[in-house]
C-alpha cells in the first residue's frame, strides 16, 4: 500500500494555522498506531559531576573531538530519525547539505536492537514499536553524527535493557548519546566546549529544566537544547513546548531545536538565541509518520557568539527513501514567513537569520 504523506501542497490554507493540529486530542500512539495501519582522541567516556557548579548534574565526559586549526565549529541539527534496517543510501544525500567536517546532532527514534523496527499495532491506540538496527550507530557516524538525543517516547520500546545497548552502541561507534539515562554531554571541539542536552516533554507534565541547564552553561562556551515533544502535528508549539524554550532561552541557550511532532515549524531569533520550533523528520522507516516536509538547521559558533544560522528545507526519507532537498524549497520559506520566523534572507536555497541585531522575532 502506498504510504501516505502529508507534503506542503496537501496542507490548508495559511488562514486556518489556528485550527491545525488534526487529532489534538489524540495521544502520539494513537496517531502512530493510525497511520501504521494505514499504510579525534577519545577521552574515558564516563559521568562526572560537579556539585559546586551542576548541583548534582550528570555530565558526560566525553571525546575529544577536533578537527582543523582555529577556534569556531559548524554544526548541523535534523529533526527525528527512524533508520530501523535501511541502508547507508538514506541518508547519503546530507552530505551534499552540510559543511564538510561539521559536527551532526539529531533526535534516535527507537533504540539499538535485534527485534523488528516496523511493528504495525495491532490495536487502536496501540503504538509501534521501533528499533533501530545494530550498524545504525556506525553508519551515523560515518556521517558526521557525533552528538545523538535519546530523550523520547520510544526510548523504552525495548526495555531497560534496549536503553543500555542503545548507549553503550553508540558510544562505542563514537557517538554521543545524550538525554534519558545519560543525562547531558560537554564535546570539545574547534576551540569551544559545547553543552549538550536533550529532554523528552510528555503532554501535560510540568516542565523543570532551568537549572539542569543553567548548571551546564556554566560549564560551557555554548549550550545546545533539544526538546522531544509527544503532540500532533502542528504548525504551532505545545504548551510544554513553550515553557522548555523559555526555560532554556533563560538559562543562556544559544541554540534550542524541537522535534516529536515530526512537522517543521517556524525559525526565531530571539536575543542570543536561535530556535527550531519545529525540524520535523529526517528519515522515517516505520509507516507511523506521513510527515515528508521538514528543515535542518545549520549553525556556526565561535567563541564571540553565533555567526551563522541558516534553515535548510528537507524532503524527509520516508518508508526507505533516500532524503533529499526539498523540491518546493520556496515555498516553505514563504511558509517560514507565514508563521512569523524571525528575520532573514534566502542565499543558496538557504533561510540565513539575519544576526545583526540581538532580538528575536515576537514571542510565541
Not at 496537501?10 to 487529532?23: E, I, Q
Not at 545519560?182 to 570539545?188: F, K, L, N, P
Not at 544559544?254 to 538565541?273: K, M, N, P
Request: charged share 20%; net charge negative.
Amino acid at each position: 500500500m502506498p504510504l501516505r504523506r502529508r507534503g506542503l501542497l496537501r496542507l490548508v490554507g495559511l488562514a486556518g494555522l489556528a485550527g491545525l493540529g488534526g487529532s489534538a486530542g489524540c495521544t502520539k500512539a494513537e496517531r502512530e498506531g493510525a497511520a501504521g495501519r494505514g499504510t579525534g582522541q577519545a577521552l574515558r567516556s564516563e559521568r562526572a559531576t560537579d556539585p559546586e557548579v551542576s548541583q548534582g548534574l550528570e555530565v558526560a565526559d566525553i571525546r575529544e573531538s577536533r578537527r582543523g586549526a582555529g577556534e569556531g565549529v559548524d554544526l548541523w541539527i535534523a529533526g527525528d530519525l527512524h533508520w530501523g534496517e535501511g541502508g547507508a543510501e538514506v541518508l547519503e544525500p546530507l552530505r551534499s547539505l552540510v559543511p564538510a567536517g561539521s559536527l551532526g546532532v539529531l533526535n534516535l527514534e527507537g533504540p539499538i536492537g535485534a527485534r523488528p523496527s516496523d511493528r504495525v499495532p495491532s490495536a487502536a491506540g496501540e503504538a509501534p514499536v521501533l528499533s533501530n538496527g545494530e550498524a545504525v550507530p556506525g553508519l551515523l557516524r560515518a556521517l558526521g553524527v557525533g552528538v545523538v538525543g535519546v530523550a523520547n517516547n520510544h526510548a523504552d520500546d525495548l526495555g531497560e535493557a534496549g536503553r543500555r545497548r542503545t548507549i553503550e552502541a553508540l558510544r562505542g561507534a563514537g557517538v554521543d548519546p545524550v538525554g534519558g539515562d545519560v543525562g547531558a554531554a560537554i564535546v570539545e571541539r574547534g576551540g569551544l566546549r559545547l553543552g549538550f542536552s536533550a529532554h523528552y516533554l510528555p503532554p501535560g507534565a510540568p516542565v523543570s529544566v532551568s537549572e539542569e541547564l543553567r548548571g551546564l552553561r556554566a560549564q560551557v562556551d555554548h549550550l545546545i537544547v533539544m526538546f522531544h515533544v509527544d503532540a500532533p502535528p502542528s504548525y504551532l508549539p505545545s504548551a510544554e513546548l513553550r515553557a522548555g524554550v523559555e526555560q532554556a532561552v533563560g538559562a543562556g541557550a544559544s541554540v534550542v531545536a524541537a522535534h516529536g511532532s515530526h512537522a517543521l515549524a517556524r525559525v526565531e531569533r530571539r536575543g542570543e538565541t536561535v530556535i527550531a520550533w519545529g525540524l520535523g523528520n529526517l528519515a522515517f522507516a516505520c509507516r507511523c509518520t506521513d510527515e515528508v516536509d521538514a528543515g535542518l538547521l545549520r549553525i556556526r559558533l565561535s567563541p564571540g557568539g553565533l555567526t551563522l544560522a541558516e534553515w535548510v528545507p528537507l524532503a524527509a526519507g520516508l518508508d526507505g527513501q533516500p532524503v533529499a532537498a526539498h523540491p518546493e524549497g520556496p515555498l516553505l520559506f514563504e511558509l517560514l514567513g507565514s508563521l512569523r520566523s524571525s528575520p532573514g534572507e534566502v542565499v543558496d536555497g538557504r533561510y540565513r537569520l539575519d544576526l545583526g541585531e540581538r532580538r528575536g522575532s515576537a514571542s510565541s
